[in-house]
């Protein structure tokens, strides 16, 4: 049986957060690129990086239900890595599919 992770939480009862919003609401965007280029996880993005952006809407992904078998060992690999290890995973085997379909 798998392990329940979800947790559900009424509207009332919401575990607080350490965010403060009101200092967020408060920053000018110049703040905030500041604070985002002095972060080592964050890196702000040019326009060079979104020239060859597309815009996916969910639903139109063509994403398909299907069941595959995998290692046990590799599927610990992605699942180590947190959430969204399907995702990654699609992401690998398309990046394959795409270089074996420029190598033929």
């Known amino acids: ?39 080592a996880d964050t890196r702000l993005t040019t326009a060079a990086f979104w020239r060859n952006a597309h815009l996916v809407l969910p639903g139109e992904s063509g994403k398909e239900v299907v069941t595959l078998r995998l290692d046990r060992d590799v599927l610990k690999w992605f699942k180590g890595r947190g959430r969204g290890y399907q995702t990654r995973i699609n992401a690998i085997l398309r990046a394959y599919m795409l270089a074996e379909a420029q190598r033929r």
Request: proline residues 3%.
């Open 1 to 39: 049986m798998k392990q329940r992770n979800t947790v559900r939480y009424s509207r009332n009862r919401l575990p607080k957060g350490k965010t403060d919003w009101a200092a967020v609401d408060a920053m000018t965007d110049r703040e905030v690129a500041r604070r985002a280029t002095g972060d």
